[in-house]
């Protein structure tokens, strides 16, 4: 028999039957007006300690049984017996990035009640690691009548104490073996806490890349139907096997009869972020129903092309990637133009190229980052710092997030710890600090599930100096410029007269709303009508959660569909 563990513990509270479904607050605060304690002594045993070790390791909870008693007076005098007691530990919320539960579930007086109880381990501002390792949430459910009542119980200083003396390994004959489980138990569990709520890398920050390389999971009802890569003779091949000389790269989800639309992603990405499959849809698949033929357009700074570590400017991507690449999607499909979704530097060098002069584009979505860039105080201040010029004068040629676990990585992520985040952002993994100190934070964590949060690994890549040092540019300048500092792109606002609708996230602190704001202004001061252009704010959304966010496809997808479909040239809208 596999050794097991077992430990008491006692929680003391209030409770209350008249408050609504879940009010855990307001049952503690009403409870204790009424005078009605809620008291619980309950007894866990994990039957398998290495089985717990194992499952904890890859992201499944450690299960265990309940027994013991909850008095609650309001419902009996007498203590109210478990039944079919079960303890899930570090249960991950596959709809809360970085967060954890603690579920306590069982029967009272055989059935005649149901207790529900959870403990949420999720790292706020301020220090709440004690608050929420020692916090029960409580609903007992009354299942003759259906009625509920709500409140919390609480574990003292001097109750912990007390619950460690009771720890006891079971099955296990040898004293020192004994010793060691209940180190390791103690030890798993502090690591747990380290990872959620303290800087150092306990359990996972640095994910391993998955195999196939991109979030892309294979499926045979989602497989492109052409991909397309351009040689550094300007040639363009058709396969999934890229020469090493390949600087872009077009894939095609052949789609109906609305035309083709080009989705460009942001800088030190990949265009398959577009087709991520950690939620139900995505924007790739979104419009594949909705009838248009598909084009991810990855310039050079893709991350799976090897021109992303070479030196480039924005001005590269904006007069030569898009221009190259509009041309072969319009000689590929026989459209007259295409449409265009771009996001962050995939927003600007579009625009960008068309104040250069890119033809053949009828309508864009923009999102985030355009000609006057705003962002919040911590980016202003590293724009100003010399640091990729020294990098460029030392030879380093590019910066990406290292996924390996090696101590030098531990020790910069540790370093990385006190780098100022935006508020609610901080989190565990050290792919989101690389992020916030390179480019800023790229995500309201509220707006991704658990395995959207994970994927960001395959998202992100290498960036090379230069344009980073152009971004840095542009950022002190707060307008575009290229990459020596003069203002080229604001010479012919005329260009970009096409209908343009910019998708701003309200919670974004790379591009504070106004940087879209201005530029609306800057257009519709040099253009007319000014309704060629629309702005949406979105609540709550930041950055690359408009996209890749849990409920985008509800919140975002169908405002991007609007103002593509409001686009459709006659022909296209009367074609079967």
């Known amino acids: 028999m596999p050794a097991g563990l077992q430990f008491t513990e006692r929680m003391n509270g209030w409770f209350s039957t008249h408050v609504a479904d879940r009010e855990y607050e307001d049952g503690w605060e009403r409870g204790r007006a009424e005078d009605s304690p809620l008291t619980a002594k309950f007894e866990i045993t994990i039957d398998d300690l290495d089985k717990l070790f194992d499952d904890l390791s890859h992201d499944r909870p450690g299960l265990a049984r309940l027994a013991g008693t909850v008095h609650a007076p309001k419902l009996s005098p007498a203590a109210l017996g478990v039944d079919n007691g079960e303890f899930r530990l570090f249960e991950p919320n596959k709809q809360r990035v970085e967060t954890w539960t603690m579920r306590y579930r069982m029967d009272l007086a055989s059935g005649l009640y149901r207790f529900d109880g959870v403990k949420v381990l999720h790292d706020d501002p301020g220090f709440d690691v004690w608050k929420d390792t020692t916090k029960l949430f409580v609903r007992i459910l009354d299942e003759t009548n259906g009625t509920s009542g709500a409140g919390i119980l609480r574990l003292t200083p001097a109750g912990l104490i007390r619950q460690l003396q009771t720890l006891r390994v079971t099955r296990e004959p040898d004293p020192q073996t004994r010793r060691d489980y209940v180190r390791r138990f103690l030890c798993m569990f502090a690591k747990q806490l380290v990872h959620t709520y303290g800087p150092l890398d306990e359990k996972g920050r640095f994910w391993k890349r998955r195999v196939e390389r991109g979030p892309i999971k294979p499926k045979e009802d989602f497989l492109p139907d052409l991909t397309l890569w351009c040689d550094a003779r300007r040639r363009w091949h058709e396969g999934t096997r890229l020469g090493d000389d390949a600087w872009l790269r077009l894939t095609r989800f052949k789609g109906g009869s609305k035309g083709p639309v080009m989705l460009a992603p942001g800088f030190a990405m990949s265009a398959r ?91 864009a979505v923009c999102s985030q980052f355009t000609m006057y860039p705003h962002s919040w105080w911590f980016n202003r201040v590293k724009v100003r710092l010399p640091v990729p010029q020294l990098f460029h004068a030392c030879g380093i040629r590019s910066l990406s997030p290292d996924t390996k676990p090696t101590l030098f990585n531990q020790i910069i992520d540790i370093a990385l710890w006190p780098v100022p985040v935006p508020r609610g952002e901080r989190c565990g993994s050290a792919l989101c600090r690389y992020l916030n100190l390179v480019y800023g934070m790229t995500h309201h964590h509220a707006q991704l599930n658990f395995e959207t949060h994970r994927a960001l690994v395959d998202s992100f890549g290498v960036g090379n100096i230069l344009s980073i040092k152009h971004l840095g540019l542009i950022f002190r300048k707060g307008r575009v410029v290229n990459s020596v500092g003069e203002n080229v792109y604001l010479e012919h606002p005329e260009r970009l007269a096409i209908p343009i609708h910019f998708l701003v996230g309200k919670s974004n602190t790379m591009f504070y709303p106004s940087t879209t704001h201005e530029t609306l202004h800057w257009l519709t001061r040099h253009n007319y009508p000014p309704t060629l252009y629309t702005i949406n704010e979105l609540e709550n959304y930041a950055h690359l959660d408009c996209f890749i966010g849990k409920d985008a496809a509800t919140d975002v997808f169908p405002d991007i569909l609007e103002n593509l479909d409001a686009h459709q040239p006659a022909m296209s809208e009367a074609s079967p």
């Open 273 to 363: 972020s577009y087709a991520m499959r950690t939620n139900p849809t995505n924007l790739v698949l979104y419009l594949l129903e909705k009838n248009y033929d598909v084009w991810l357009f990855d310039y050079r700074a893709c991350i799976e092309l090897g021109s992303a570590s070479t030196l480039f400017t924005l001005d590269d991507i904006a007069t030569d990637d898009w221009p190259t690449a509009v041309q072969e999607v319009l000689h590929r499909s026989g459209a007259e133009d295409v449409q265009v979704v771009g996001h962050c530097a995939g927003s600007v060098t579009f625009l960008m190229a068309m104040l250069d002069g890119l033809q053949g584009v009828r309508s």
